[in-house]
Structure formats: C-alpha cells, structure tokens
C-alpha cells in the first residue's frame, strides 16, 4: 500500500519503520511545518492514511483525508467529541475509519482480559478497583485514553460504578484513574482490585513504541477498502458481536 502519515514525529518515524518491514511504502509524511503540501493532490495518491498528531487538529486532518477519498487509521485522544460526525463521513462516503485509544496488539489483548476480570468481579464490594498509568512526560492528554477505555471497561461491567474519576479515590461511584508522567516511560497501565485480603493486579508494560506502530500499520491493512468504523477487535480478532454491529449500524449509517 502507498500511505500518507500525517503526523510524523517518534510515533510516524516508528510507524515509518513498521511499514516499511511489512513491504509498503510511505509517499506522504505531513508534519507542522509542511501542512501547506496536505492537498487533496497530494492525499489522493495514498491508499490509505495513518493520523497521529494531537487533539487539536486531528478531527480537521482526519475529515480532510476523507474528503480526498482516504479510509484513516487514527490514534490521536482526547477528541471523543468528534468521533461520531468523522464515523459518519466515513460511512456515508464509503470509506473506512478505525480510532483506538491503543493500537497495540499486547494492549488489545489486554483490553479483553480486562473485561472478563471486570465481569469476574461484578457483585464483589469488598474490593476497591482502581486504573493506574504512567507515561512520557511528552504525552500531552491525562489520563491516556487507553486508561480511560479501562475504565469505560470497567464501568459497563460494575453495577457500583458510574464513571471514571482523575486522581480521585474518594468518590465511591467512580472507578479512579491516576496518571503519572515519567521521563522515557513509553506506557504501562494498571487495573488493580483490593480488598483487605488480598490485592488482583492486571498490568500490561510497553518496551517500545514498536508494538503501538505494527498495530497501526495492521489496521491501515484491515481498513484499505472496507466501509465503514471499525475497531482493534476487528483488527486482531476478525469479529465483532451482533449488539456491536447494530450499534455502530445506528450511530454511523
């Protein structure tokens, strides 16, 4: 596939890099001081483009792809606000979309593992669950939203829990979420269950940018023309349910 990064800072090189070994080639890398060569010109030459730039202009970027004919892979947070219109774009101009939080594949696996822990533990209120994530002092959004995708997790599982909560263990409906930034820590996350038994420990530790790049370059490979949103699941596991499907059909189509 040809593909246009736009964004190309230590995620795009190593997404550069991940590519590359997976035989495609990289014909676009859009950075702040380039944005005048994002031309639907230029865009329109890739097959498919891959977003990580920050939450301020990543809507802009993801519905100028679109609009030159580009299913996007995307994994700029901290701009949930605008998922459904860019879902809506992309379905009605059929094309592919994928955001995620974490595009991972140890991460995403993690995600399920959390889910069923989370399920597991429904009813049990002598344990108190707290999400805890440590990352780069670089990282601009907190909590990550792969912490705050933990704790949505979490929350549709608990009947005692109605949201997620920064720093805050004091609030009794809410799952707590506390962020640390670090120096040279590219992401570790935490879900923990503790009781004055015992404590359960989920923990999933990234080494490397490495493992976040493969997953984004195997979802432009999934995405590449497919209509329609879509998420890591489909990517890596190649189903989705039957109340995923609906629910995407209704908030998209």
Same mark, same amino acid.
Not at 76 to 92: H, I
Not at 140 to 165: R, Y
């Given at each position: 596939? @040809?593909?246009?990064?736009?964004?190309?800072?230590?995620?795009?090189?190593?997404?550069?890099?991940?590519?590359?070994?997976?035989?495609? %080639?990289?014909?676009?890398?859009?950075?702040?001081?380039?944005?005048?060569?994002?031309?639907?010109?230029?865009?329109?030459?890739?097959?498919?483009?891959?977003?990580?730039?920050?939450?301020?202009?990543?809507?802009?970027?993801?519905?100028?792809?679109?609009?030159?004919?580009?299913?996007?892979?995307?994994?700029?947070?901290?701009?949930?606000?605008?998922?459904?219109?860019?879902?809506?774009?992309?379905?009605?101009?059929?094309?592919?979309?994928?955001?995620?939080?974490?595009?991972?594949?140890?991460?995403?696996?993690?995600?399920?593992?959390?889910?069923?822990?989370?399920?597991?533990?429904? #009813?049990?209120?002598?344990?108190?669950?707290?999400?805890?994530?440590? %990352?780069?002092?670089?990282?601009?959004?907190?909590?990550?939203?792969?912490?705050?995708?933990?704790?949505?997790?979490?929350?549709?599982?608990?009947? @005692?829990?109605?949201?997620?909560?920064?720093?805050?263990?004091?609030?009794?409906?809410?799952?707590?979420?506390?962020?640390?930034?670090?120096? @040279?820590?590219?992401?570790?996350?935490?879900?923990?269950?503790?009781?004055?038994?015992?404590?359960?420990?989920?923990? %999933?530790?990234?080494?490397?940018?490495?493992?976040?790049?493969?997953?984004?370059?195997?979802?432009?490979?999934?995405?590449?023309?497919?209509?329609?949103?879509?998420?890591?699941?489909?990517?890596?596991?190649?189903?989705?349910?039957?109340?995923?499907?609906?629910?995407?059909?209704?908030?998209? #189509?």
């Amino acid at each position: 596939m @040809n593909i246009a990064l736009i964004g190309y800072g230590k995620m795009g090189h190593a997404i550069e890099q991940a590519a590359m070994k997976r035989g495609h %080639h990289i014909i676009l890398r859009i950075t702040s001081a380039n944005r005048d060569e994002m031309t639907e010109a230029n865009l329109s030459k890739a097959d498919v483009a891959i977003e990580f730039t920050n939450p301020a202009v990543a809507r802009e970027n993801v519905m100028q792809c679109l609009s030159a004919g580009l299913s996007v892979v995307c994994g700029t947070t901290g701009w949930n606000d605008g998922l459904s219109e860019v879902g809506r774009k992309a379905v009605q101009s059929d094309l592919g979309f994928i955001h995620a939080s974490n595009f991972s594949v140890g991460v995403n696996i993690f995600f399920e593992v959390n889910k069923l822990l989370a399920s597991l533990m429904n #009813g049990r209120t002598d344990y108190d669950v707290s999400v805890e994530e440590t %990352h780069h002092t670089q990282k601009k959004d907190a909590p990550s939203g792969t912490a705050i995708t933990l704790a949505e997790q979490i929350i549709v599982q608990l009947s @005692n829990k109605k949201q997620w909560a920064l720093n805050d263990v004091n609030d009794s409906d809410a799952v707590p979420i506390i962020a640390h930034r670090v120096e @040279n820590v590219p992401g570790t996350h935490k879900v923990s269950y503790s009781s004055s038994i015992d404590t359960i420990d989920i923990i %999933h530790t990234a080494h490397s940018r490495d493992g976040f790049a493969l997953g984004a370059v195997l979802a432009a490979e999934y995405v590449y023309g497919r209509r329609g949103v879509f998420t890591m699941k489909e990517v890596l596991f190649g189903h989705r349910s039957i109340p995923e499907i609906l629910h995407n059909e209704k908030k998209y #189509g």
